[in-house]
């Protein structure tokens, strides 16, 4: 399976979506999300697997929403995302297209409480937390955003004079970067761009993996 670039219609198959996310539209567009956005994203992980399948299995996630416990009821996510990790939090090759371009990201996008308690502990420790210090910083150099949900005050046990008191305020961390909309989008340029930007998130991603992990806790 040869990624060959997202369809041409990929982008404005979502912006479509955002104008109207209902059924009707989804069911007369569902041909152009075949085609245009899964196959190829479906393709690109194909390819990257023997690279950055240590992780786990590459996967799509799913098209539709979960609005149980959401105010906000629209059916269809206005992007498709794609990943391989050995399980969430314990870091992740992460990909994504939709309206904003071609965006991937790696690191832990959610940290079961397990899974914080380890993160803290590591930086905490001096040797450790300096090294994910470097990590983060030359992913900042290199155009990545740094993100995360963060408390507004320090962690309990710790003090606000820390000096990596910033990473230990996180519940999260993870670090992402997009390309906007352009011609490559549509080209073998892309599998040529994720897996350059992967690459560089390898660092964060081993040590997401030797320091955090996956949860203890059974997967719901």
């Known amino acids: 399976m040869t990624f060959h670039g997202f369809g041409e219609h990929a982008i404005d198959f979502y912006d479509g979506l955002e104008a109207d996310n209902s059924k009707v539209y989804w069911d007369a567009h569902k041909h152009v999300y075949q085609g245009d956005v899964r196959a190829p994203m479906e393709a690109l992980l194909a390819e990257l697997e023997p690279e950055f399948g240590g992780l786990g299995e590459p996967k799509v996630f799913r098209p539709y929403r979960d609005v149980r416990f959401s105010k906000e009821k629209t059916p269809y996510k206005t992007h498709c995302g794609g990943v391989i990790e050995q399980g969430r939090g314990g870091g992740a090759y992460y990909v994504q297209v939709g309206p904003l371009g071609l965006t991937v990201g790696g690191g832990c996008f959610h940290l079961e409480a397990d899974q914080l308690a ?103």
């Open 118 to 220: 380890r993160f803290r502990t590591a930086v905490d420790d001096s040797r450790r937390g300096e090294a994910l210090v470097k990590i983060i910083a030359k992913l900042a150099k290199a155009g990545f955003e740094i993100k995360g949900e963060q408390l507004k005050t320090k962690p309990r046990g710790y003090e606000l004079d820390h000096p990596r008191i910033d990473l230990l305020r996180h519940k999260s961390l993870y670090a992402s970067f997009t390309w906007e909309p352009d011609d490559v989008l549509h080209e073998r340029g892309s599998f040529d761009r994720v897996r350059k930007a992967w690459r560089q998130l390898r660092p964060l991603n081993e040590w997401a993996a030797d320091h955090v992990g996956v949860s203890d806790r059974p997967a719901r």
